[in-house]
């Protein structure tokens, strides 16, 4: 069983910065996607980004230019680079990942943004 572990999460200024991690416990080469969801309080999962074993990447409308997912095979993460934090950007941050056949999710780590 594959396990992801999230990281990184805190309080941050409207307009700070936070980096998620996400570290797997096997060989992310493996996952054919990867992405990060957040769900705020109330509200549905939403996806936030998309990163693909070719590293072609995708980000939803809301965080277009303001987030950057990455992957490191090496270490076996994904990363998401969080800048110009909004209120609307608090919310529980979860890592996903695909195979073929299974579907994995982490914990979540807290991301609050708020003066």
């Known amino acids: 069983q594959v396990q992801l572990v999230e990281s990184g999460g805190g309080l941050v200024h409207p307009g700070g910065s936070l980096r998620l991690s996400c570290a797997a416990s096997a060989s992310i080469v493996t996952f054919y996607i990867m992405a990060w969801y957040r769900q705020a309080p109330g509200k549905q999962r939403e996806l936030v980004a998309t990163?693909?074993?070719?590293?072609?990447?995708n980000y939803a409308a809301s965080v277009k230019g303001r987030f950057t997912i990455s992957r490191d095979n090496a270490k076996n993460t994904v990363s998401l680079q969080m800048n110009s934090l909004k209120p609307e950007d608090t919310a529980v941050y979860y890592c996903?990942?695909?195979?073929?056949?299974?579907?994995?999710w982490g914990q979540g780590t807290q991301v609050t943004v708020s003066s």
């Open positions: 996903n990942a695909l195979t073929i056949t299974k579907e994995y």
């Open positions: 990163i693909t074993s070719g590293d072609s990447t």
